[in-house]
């Protein structure tokens, strides 16, 4: 099988990548990656002597490189997006052309190629905001309800995933997940920007009263529900990926990870609250459990451990991610102090 992946050297992205050349060594995969702040080749610096693997630097807006890109292409698997909700309130502008009009160019470039699959990846926001104390979860038949521009942005691009299957039969699978941790993230996310700053020695910023709740997946549990989908997937479908059955909220998930690095609570600060913050996601991964046969390997806690080891050993790995742009992202979001 050969397999375009959109976004591949981002986070999530390049973790797929390295699990599917490690699990099917006879597929081939085409990286089409605009390398933004968030694209980083170190990530796939295993994947990159193989023949099995090719690189395109160029943007899922341009519809003649997609063309290029999709020749002999069976599956498409579409990560590429403006991801973070902080930077989508200073600019919306890139995340409606990246995650909405790039989705768009992809869609149609997949179905002029005739791929036999498009597999979009998307996220839980598009549901919204469940109550504090409630016990509700976002399920596949939950409406659609986006509040920051990034969800909005992804829910646009998940409307048009689904629109090009009814419309025009594109053999689509959607899976809208909860938040991944794991090697190779940005550290502009909570969990890698808590371990990163204890290590560099410098405050925790907790957004209000830390009391947001998020349902955390790890990116290897994600990469395996994708692959079931991709495996198994009913087209047309949809799928909702979580990694937890109990609530965690933002002040634990800190409290959890300053332990496990042997630090006290003096290392939090407590700063300005993100703007229409959503208070809650919780998941109910029934579904995909339950017909796909998905569960994930291990709990929160044990996959934390390894998470924070990835990061204690890996520093180089992060600090050059942040030096440059996120040194002046950083003063704009949490100011010249920290
Ligand atoms: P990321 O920000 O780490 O990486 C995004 C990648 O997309 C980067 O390599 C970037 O260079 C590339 N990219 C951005 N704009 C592009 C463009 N116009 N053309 C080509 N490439 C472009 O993101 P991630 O965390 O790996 O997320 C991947 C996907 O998973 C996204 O679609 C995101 O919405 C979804 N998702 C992420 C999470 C999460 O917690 N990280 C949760 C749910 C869903
Ligand atoms: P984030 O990792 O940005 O993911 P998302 O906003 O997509 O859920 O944030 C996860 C939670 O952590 C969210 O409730 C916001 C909060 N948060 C902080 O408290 N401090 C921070 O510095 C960041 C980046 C996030």
């Given at each position: 099988m050969k397999l375009l992946v959109t976004g591949g050297a981002g986070f999530i992205g390049s973790n797929f990548i390295l699990y599917w050349m490690k699990n099917y060594p006879e597929d081939e995969i085409v990286n089409v990656d605009k390398l933004t702040y968030a694209g980083n080749l170190d990530n796939l610096k295993s994947a990159t002597p193989s023949p099995r693997y090719k690189f395109i630097h160029s943007d899922i807006c341009d519809a003649v490189a997609l063309r290029e890109a999709l020749v002999g292409v069976d599956t498409v698997v579409h990560f590429a997006a403006e991801t973070h909700v902080d930077r989508s309130i200073m600019e919306p502008g890139a995340f409606v052309r990246t995650n909405v009009v790039g989705t768009h160019m992809l869609l149609e470039a997949a179905l002029e190629a005739r791929v036999g699959r498009f597999h979009h990846v998307s996220t839980d926001e598009v549901f919204g905001s469940l109550e504090l104390g409630s016990t509700k979860k976002f399920s596949e038949t939950t409406c659609y309800d986006p509040r920051s521009p990034y969800s909005a942005s992804k829910a646009a691009s998940d409307h048009l995933v689904r629109a090009y299957f009814h419309t025009y039969g594109l053999p689509v699978t959607i899976t809208n997940c909860s938040n991944n941790y794991g090697p190779?993230?940005?550290?502009?996310?909570?969990i890698p920007l808590t371990i990163t700053n204890i290590l560099e020695e410098k405050k925790v910023p907790v957004y209000g009263d830390g009391k947001n709740i998020r349902d955390w997946l790890h990116v290897e549990d994600h990469c395996r529900a994708i692959d079931v989908v991709l495996r198994k997937g009913k087209i047309g479908e949809t799928y909702c990926v979580g990694g937890l059955r109990q609530d965690v909220d933002n002040n634990a998930m800190v409290h959890k990870l300053i332990g496990l690095m042997g630090k006290d609570l003096s290392a939090i600060e407590f700063v300005k609250d993100r703007q229409g913050h959503d208070r809650r996601y919780a998941i109910d991964w029934t579904k995909i459990q339950r017909e796909l046969g998905w569960s994930p390997l291990h709990d929160l806690d044990t996959w934390l451990v390894a998470t924070v080891e990835w990061y204690t050993k890996n520093q180089d790995w992060w600090r050059r991610t942040k030096s440059g742009e996120y040194q002046s992202y950083y003063e704009k979001q949490y100011g010249a102090k920290q």
């Open positions: 190779y993230q940005f550290p502009e996310k909570l």
